[in-house]
């Protein structure tokens, strides 16, 4: 702990430096609260991890075209009756998954794809007021550290863009196509996951102004720049592979048939396409981009363990191996809905490690 200094050229000078010792960081202010900030960051977080979860489930299991309108505010209450449920079945009647694909469905089997979609939609509602509220509140307490207030509203905004995207996204598939174009799924996915870095970096930053007041905001890194970007490059890809139904092409590992890849396989011209629209080469890039990913991850968890984040650094290794066990398993099984949720729900909580690694080692340096 560092005292008061007593300076031997006078008071007038000691006094000084005593003043400029204890001039809060501008990040700080006496009402500022930024570990409840964090705690509440935090918990937001866990929601979107939720959030992504259900997104899997609702995409595994074809719901996402059950709601076939946008009802930002009415469309929090679902069908309660017989007339309504005939209603909303209608408007899926109308569109080319069920003509197409689905025809003859029963009433009971639309409620059954539209319950995923709707609790999907409908956690995106919470998370916006679970975000939204609490901000407010402390927004009227001042208990906003100073130079956090743009950041955290910034994140609010882009939960709102992420509702109109994920409209953007169900509206691909309800004229022509009979699913959602897989570049708004990922696109859909990819905001998603960057809104949730967003909160979980802010939390760290929130965290060391907790411990020492004159901390300031951690800018991040090159190095650990490279490596989420490459993650980001990887969870992309994987959103390729469920927009495009590429993980059901070969069930085999580590080959893909009797190959390390196929011969014969169609291509789409122009041919740099291929890695986005070819499902085959898709599953190609995501089988092996993601042990380029995990090295890169390895990477940053031995840097944390060098900077002290010991404990960081090593669940960042285990989820790195549990990521590659889970995707492997997803391939062989043919996609078990289960393992492939399990999959995804890992994904996530992977990038939070990731961001809290590279957090700990921007700031180290």
Known sequence: MIGPVAAPGGKDVANAVNRAMLQPSPGFSVSARPAAIARWLYWVAALIVAMVVVGGITRLTESGLSITQWKPISGVIPPLNDAQWQAEFAHYQQIPEY????????????????????????????????????????????????????????????????????????ASGLSVRTDVSHIRLAVHL?????????????????????????????????????????????????????????GYAFASWPLMGDAFFPAGVPMVTPSWRNAIDNPIVVQFIHR?????????????????????????????????TVQIV????????????????????????????????????????
């Open 99 to 170: 003509r197409q694909l689905n025809q003859g469905m029963s009433l009971a089997g639309f409620k059954a794809i539209f319950f995923w979609e709707y609790l999907h939609r409908l956690l995106g509602r919470v998370i916006g007021l679970a975000f939204a509220l609490p901000l407010l509140w402390f927004a009227v307490r001042k208990a906003i550290p100073r130079g956090y207030g743009w950041r955290l509203t910034a994140l609010l905004a882009l939960g709102g863009l992420q509702g109109a995207i994920g409209w953007w996204m169900v």
């Open 190 to 246: 990819a905001t998603a996951l960057f809104i949730l870095s967003g909160i979980v970096w802010t939390a760290g930053d929130l965290r060391l102004l907790t411990v020492n007041p004159l901390a300031r905001a951690t800018p991040l890194r090159l190095g650990p720049a490279l490596v989420l970007a490459l993650l980001a490059l990887q969870i992309v890809f994987g959103a390729f592979t469920a927009g495009l139904d590429a």
């Open 288 to 320: 092996w981009l993601a042990f380029a990913a995990a090295g890169a991850l390895v990477w940053v968890a031995v840097r944390a363990h060098h900077v002290g984040a010991s404990r960081v650094g090593m669940l960042l290794v285990g989820l790195v």
């Open 326 to 365: 889970l995707g492997i398993a997803t391939l062989l099984t043919g996609v078990a809905i289960v393992i492939a949720v399990a999959h995804q729900a890992n994904a996530a909580l992977l990038l939070i490690t990731a961001v809290l690694a590279a957090h700990q080692v921007s700031h180290a340096r």
